[in-house]
Structure formats: C-alpha cells, structure tokens
C-alpha cells in the first residue's frame, strides 16, 4: 500500500510508517523519507516519540544533519541508537569535531553507550589525531568487553595508526581473535603514512599468500608506497594484476599514484600514455603529478600535449 493513499492513521499505522522509516534508513531515500514525514505529519503523528527518533535517525542516515538536529532537539525519548546515529552520520561526513561533541553530550546526558557507538568516536579521534582521547575510548573497549568486537578493533587500528602509535595498532592486530581484509588494509594505512614501506609490502605479501580479499584502499596503499619509494616494477605488477587477480577495477586514485610513480621515475612519456589513455574523469591531482615530472626531467613536449588537452577541453 503506497503511503500516500493512507488517509487517516488507523490502529497499526506507527508500527508502518516506523518500517517505512527503517526502509528509508537502509537504502538512504532522502526523496522517500520527505514524503513519509509529510505524510507523518498530515496524520499528526510525526510528535510520536518512537516515529520521532526513527525520523531523527533517517535523516542523519541521509546526511540531512540540520534536519536531524532540528528533530533531535524537540524529541523527548532521546535512546542510545539515536546518539549513535547522530555520532555515525557526522563521522561519515568527516565533520569529527561535531561527531565528538554530541558523544560529550551524549556522557553528559549520562546515556549508555554500546557496541556501536565507540567505531565511529574512533573514526573521529583518528581524523583529529586526538590520541588522548583515543586511549581513553581504548580503554572503554577493554572495560565494556568488546575487545573480542571487529569493528571495535579495526577502529583502534585505525586510529592508532594515524596517530603514529604503530606499536599500539600492531598489538591490537596481533591480539584480535578474529581479523577481516579491513584489520590488514588499516594497519597497511599507518605504516605507509609513516612512510614504513616494507612494513606495507610485507602486510600485501601475506594477503596475497592467506587469498584474502583484497579492495581498492588497500591497493592506493600499495601503490602510493612503491610510487614514494620508487619501485616502479612492484608498482607495474600490482597494477596489472588489480583487475584480473584482485577483482578490482582500477580508480582515479590508483592511476594518479601510477602516472606519479612513473613520472618520478623519469619515465614521464609512459606515465603520459596511461594518464592520455584513461577512460576515466581525471583530476588536477592526476596532470600535476604529470606536469611536476616534466619540470623535474625537462620533458617540454610532454607539458605542451598535456596543455593541449586542457585547451582543447576548454
């Protein structure tokens, strides 16, 4: 039955449109989610406080953080789940300074957090490099029994690691009872920020050998390592290998660190022909990278076809 045609609200009506809402949650429909809160509110039930924190938590779902605010603000029942979906949506945003703060005010408030809240408040931490406070949540993990969590763990990885405590993210690693493509991608990040590159290399080797599954961040980590180290072999082989032996279809991302790679290595009419032969939306990362390696290696013509393109473009 289409909302639109439900005309008055009957008995079961909340528990419908609190499954629309859900629908709306999962599949993230800012068009759908509009039209059940008009019609919430045409039935004058949208003040009902369970239909109120599934509202606040769809449009937080929707990335609509001014509406969910708004609806958080006059919502009376103010649960666990609801918090969290406030911290989640603005921690998937990278707005971690707003995602902190209503975890502040969610302890203020004196709400007990779950399972769930501490990734995201982690995610934030790791942004903000706030290592203080990365312990801190470190040690709820520990005190609330999630450490056996794998969301909970790769988190701490992740956030240790932007914070240049490898030692802490490598213990975590070590001590997980179970670990997921993500744990190794998330350890790989912080030893290539940190510019430990046969830390990197060794991590991907040991994927490779266990046939783990192996996505795109994992792959730019790769990449950007052999490209700063200039290895410009290691770099070929795993980018020829992406499509057919990782499943993963190369990206703007990996092409930037190959024409980089490539150019740094003086080898910028190859780097030319790959960048020239993409069938993807480029970037400026991407030609500056190119234009950087021909000022470096006096490569004139190269610069002047890129020039061309963009003139041509225009």
């Known amino acids: ?36 809160h008009a019609k919430t509110i045409l039935l004058n039930i949208s003040s009902h406080s369970f239909l109120r924190t599934k509202l606040v938590a769809a449009y937080a779902s929707c990335s609509q ?37 209503i975890f502040h005010h969610m302890l ?15 995610k934030s931490c790791s942004h903000l490099s706030d290592l203080a406070l990365g312990r801190q949540l470190h040690g709820a993990v520990l005190v609330n029994g999630y450490s056996s969590d794998l969301a909970n763990n790769n988190s701490l990885i992740c956030m240790y690691g932007k914070c240049g405590e490898l030692e802490c993210a490598k213990k975590v690693f070590d001590e997980m009872p179970v670990r997921s493509y993500v744990s190794w991608s998330a350890l790989m990040v912080g030893y ?20 783990m599954e192996v996505d795109d961040v994992t792959l730019t980590t790769v990449l950007t390592t052999c490209s700063r180290e200039g290895m410009v072999e290691k770099g070929k082989e795993v980018f020829e290998k992406m499509e057919e032996r990782f499943g993963v279809k190369p990206k703007l991302e990996h092409y930037t660190c190959m024409v980089d790679m490539l150019g740094k290595a003086g080898l910028v ?26 000022r470096v290696h006096g490569k004139v013509e190269v610069a002047e076809r890129v020039e061309r393109r963009f003139v041509g473009r225009a």
């Open 192 to 211: 290539e920020k940190f510019g430990m590159a046969l830390e990197v290399l060794a991590l991907f080797e040991k994927m490779v050998e266990m046939r």
């Open 1 to 36: 039955m289409h909302i639109l045609l439900l005309m008055h609200a009957r008995p079961g009506t909340i528990p419908l449109f609190a499954s629309l809402l859900d629908e709306c949650i999962s599949t993230k429909s800012l068009q759908k989610l509009k039209q059940i």
């Open 108 to 122: 203020i408030a004196q709400k007990p957090f779950d399972i769930f809240t501490l990734p995201p408040v982690l």
């Open 65 to 101: 953080m001014h509406e969910a605010h708004t609806l958080f603000f006059f919502t009376s029942r103010q649960p666990t789940f609801l918090y969290n979906s406030l911290i989640r949506a603005h921690s998937a945003l990278n707005q971690s300074s707003q995602s902190l703060a």
């Open 269 to 294: 009419e190859e780097a030319e022909e790959l960048a020239m032969g993409m069938e993807l939306e480029t970037d400026m990362a991407l030609w500056n990278a190119l234009l950087a390696a021909c």
